[in-house]
């Protein structure tokens, strides 16, 4: 099994909708869960972390995680065509790197 | 800041050429990382450097991949010789160890021919 697992997608949903995004993991020492933003030929860039069980809620965007279930999500409400991206899981426990998921192509449909 | 700077942003080569990418990372973060992006494969971690000291290299697919950091300011990855199959985005990241996680540059998308 691995370390994070992310759907590929692609997901494509209209203008407006919520979205979903979510991930798995099997290391239970993780302790900071971050999501990563990618536009078209740019590199990832932090979008918001969360430290911890819990939501952490910024503008539009919600993180979510269960740390019973080894499960984060990503939520993003009233979605824009500026929001369609590759969105990237990440965990990290401070002692060791980063772990990464493969990434959610994100489609929002005008 | 002007952030973590990579160069070139695009190289085409032919096989069996030497190619080299180079990074600058923020000033002041003490880790540098690199990576390559395939839509197969995702983000694969190559190398990674913790005040200019290669801590782990185990993503680094062949001898063929090597990678230095001669001093804080500078990193250089490079294949020698390249094949088809190093077709990919190579980004570098660099950290300072904090929960704001890792800054990415913007990639040097490598094609070999």
């Known amino acids: 099994q691995k370390e994070v697992e992310q759907d590929p997608g692609p997901l494509s949903v209209p203008e407006g909708a919520i979205v979903s995004l979510n991930c798995t993991y099997s290391n239970s020492a993780f302790q900071y869960f971050m999501w990563y933003r990618q536009y078209s030929r740019k590199g990832p860039e932090l979008l918001m972390y969360t430290y911890s069980s819990g939501n952490k809620e910024d503008g539009r965007f919600t993180a979510q995680v269960d740390k019973s279930s080894k499960y984060i999500s990503l939520f993003i409400r009233d979605s824009q065509p500026s929001d369609s991206a590759t969105y990237l899981c990440?965990?990290?426990?401070?002692?060791?790197?980063?772990?990464f998921g493969k990434g959610t192509r994100l489609h929002i449909l005008p | 800041d002007a952030g973590v700077i990579q160069s070139p942003r695009h190289e085409v080569t032919e096989m069996g050429q030497e190619v080299t990418l180079r990074c600058k990372p923020i000033s002041g973060h003490n880790s540098l990382f690199w990576y390559r992006q395939t839509m197969m494969r995702g983000l694969e971690l190559l190398i990674y450097f913790n005040n200019n000291v290669p801590i782990d290299d185990s993503g680094m697919p062949e001898d063929r991949f090597s990678a230095k950091m001669p001093n804080a300011s500078f990193s250089t990855l490079k294949i020698q010789p390249s094949e088809p199959r190093d077709s990919a985005v190579y980004f570098c990241?660099?950290?300072?160890?904090?929960?704001?996680?890792?800054?990415f540059g913007s990639g040097t998308r490598l094609t070999v021919v």
């Open positions: 990241a660099s950290s300072s160890g904090t929960v704001y996680g890792y800054t």
């Open positions: 990440a965990m990290w426990n401070r002692d060791d790197k980063i772990i």
